[in-house]
Nanobody, 115 residues
Framework: QVQLVESGGGLVQVGGSLRLSCAAS????????MAWYRQAPGKQRELVAV???????NYAASVKGRFTISRDSAKNTAYLQMNSLKPEDTAVYYC?????????WGQGTQVTVSS
């Protein structure tokens, strides 16, 4: 079983920055991808960014150029650097890890951008 612990959420003003972290622990053999999703009130969960083990990184159009996903493979930790935050970025952010026999979700961390 794989556990994901997220941290770094909080309240920030428009234009500010936050850095989210997602640490994976437990029985992990091979991680194929680590991703961040978000869900705003009344909306469906959407993919924000994904980093694949073989290299490709993809971003939602709404965050491209503002958010950066990265990964420390030695620590099984993913990060999401969020800059130039907007009110529409307000949501609960979830980490997702896909690997050998694994598709795990974190508990979510709230990000609130105030104007």
């Amino acid at each position: 079983q794989v556990q994901l612990v997220e941290s770094g959420g909080g309240l920030v003003q428009v234009g500010g920055s936050l850095r989210l972290s997602c640490a994976a622990s437990g029985k992990i053999f091979t991680i194929y991808a680590m991703a961040w999703y978000r869900q705003a009130p009344g909306k469906q969960r959407e993919l924000v960014a994904v980093i694949n083990s073989n290299g490709p990184i993809n971003y939602a159009a709404s965050v491209k150029g503002r958010f950066t996903i990265s990964r420390d493979s030695a620590k099984n930790t993913a990060y999401l650097q969020m800059n130039s935050l907007k009110p529409e970025d307000t949501a609960v952010y979830y980490c997702n890890v896909v690997g050998t026999g694994v598709n795990s979700w974190g508990q979510g961390t709230q990000v609130t951008v105030s104007s």
